[in-house]
């Protein structure tokens, strides 16, 4: 659906995207992930169509991104720009509806964007995450097949996050293709299938939720145990480091089962528990590995 092959877009000295290569299915659900500047507003000008590669080429539905657009095929939310102010919620959202051959009721897509209420305010008087919802509304109402979302849930708070998500769902319930950018990590983790982490222009990982966090590889044991011998338990198989915390003592280790059975066998050690590093840690320890590379 999405092929983008050997991607170069340059900015006079900076490159913002620098030999990208990415390919996306039909109905996956895929998180653009990566620190401010790491190049995922540009890729998906450059996927849209909206810039021009210095090198490479992006196509969407094997056509050239403005055909498949044109189409009807894409439906974008951008994160600026875009909205009318001096237009209602109601007109603008018909606006864009027209410019697409299909289009789905207007007032269907408003109840699913959360801003049927607001139909007749005018869009200069609605607050960023109101302005947020109308442009969701807009990326829908051309029955797209692909939805691609910059930062599509920046401004909303908490419950209007979990309504995002939620209508997100009954999208991708009906097979759409989804392509979001996101900083969030929990957003990245909770409704992606897969992650794409941009650094400096280019991906460096590709993968599942669990096998991005693989990469900060490792898991956590914390188990309470007093006066333990903190080198002895660095010693044990599986274990990388221990660190005393009061009476409890964290484990890192890169194989928690070899370092389970050695910690029972050799001590005492009770209400163990056994954690998966998060997707923060991975996210932290990539950003480093790239800015160090
Ligand atoms: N129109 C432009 N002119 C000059 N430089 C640009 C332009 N657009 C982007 N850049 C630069 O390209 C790099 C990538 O920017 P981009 O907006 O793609 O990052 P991003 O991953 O979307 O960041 P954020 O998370 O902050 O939205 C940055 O260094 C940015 O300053
Ligand atoms: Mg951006």
């Not at 092959?5 to 340059?10: I, P, Q, S």
């Not at 890729?43 to 403005?66: K, N, V, Y």
């Not at 139909?119 to 692909?146: H, T, W, Y």
């Not at 650094?199 to 693989?214: F, H, L």
Request: glycine fraction near 10%; include cysteine.
């Amino acid at each position: 659906m999405i092929v983008l092959r050997n991607l170069v877009k340059r900015y006079g000295a900076v490159t913002a995207v620098d030999g990208l290569n990415l390919e996306i299915r039909s109905g996956e659900v895929v998180a653009l992930l990566g620190p401010n500047g790491a190049g995922k507003s540009t890729t998906i000008d450059l996927l849209l169509g909206l810039a021009r590669p210095d090198e490479g080429s992006a196509t969407l539905f094997g056509m050239p991104p403005a055909t498949a657009i044109a189409r009807g095929k894409v439906g974008a939310l951008l994160q600026s720009g875009g909205l009318l102010p001096d237009l209602t919620v109601a007109e603008i959202v018909e606006l864009t509806a027209s410019l697409h051959g299909k289009a789905r009721p207007v007032p269907e897509v408003l109840r699913r964007a959360g801003i049927a209420d607001l139909a007749k305010r005018r869009i200069a008087g609605l607050s960023g995450g109101q302005q947020q919802r109308v442009r969701f509304a807009m990326a829908l109402v051309a029955d797209p097949e692909l939805i691609v979302l910059d930062e599509p849930t920046t401004g909303l708070d908490p419950e209007a996050r979990r309504a995002f998500w939620s209508a997100m769902h009954e999208e991708t319930a009906q097979g759409r293709t989804v392509l979001f950018a996101t900083h969030y990590l929990d957003e990245a983790d909770a409704y992606a299938d897969r992650i794409v982490f941009m650094r400096a222009g280019k991906v460096v990982a590709d993968g599942t939720a669990s096998q991005i966090k693989g990469l900060a590889a490792g898991r956590t044991i914390r188990a309470t145990l007093p006066g333990a011998d903190l080198a002895a338990l660095a010693a044990l198989p599986g274990v990388d480091q221990a660190e005393g915390r009061g009476e409890a003592v964290l484990l890192t280790c890169h194989d928690s089962a070899a370092a389970l059975r050695a910690l029972l066998a050799a001590t005492d050690a009770r209400d163990i528990e056994v954690t998966g590093r998060g997707l923060e840690d991975a996210f932290v320890a990539l950003t480093l590995e790239g800015a160090a590379a």
